[in-house]
């Protein structure tokens, strides 16, 4: 209940939302699929004002682990740099979910697509990228 919680309240669009910012949003979409087919298979995320989901296959966790925080690294830092600040920029821990079956990724990839919509986001505020399988 706490996660379905969490969610609904950045749906809600709380906090700074600097990620509606296009520019902004677009350094996190960019760093997402700079190293797709390399270090993991990239399957589906969405840039979200205050937030991100992606969707995402890696060969192991401690491969998850490390990508992860490179991403929020290399993110942050640029982020920061546009807005004149310095220090945390995301969240220490994330949200992680084991896909165990076809079912599961559908729902995911369903739940990504969907999540603009369910913020009643339009188009410029959100990056939206899936492929196509």
Known sequence: MFSDRWQDAL???HGECVLRRPELADIVATSLKHFHEDRYLLTDFVVMPNHVHVLVAFQNESAMLAQCESWKHYTAAHINRRL???G????QDGFDHLVRSDEAFAYYRHYIADNPVKAR???GEFIHFSKRL
């Open 11 to 13: 749906d809600a669009g």
């Open 84 to 86: 004149g600040r310095k």
């Open 88 to 91: 945390r920029f995301w969240e």
């Open 121 to 123: 986001l339009v188009a």
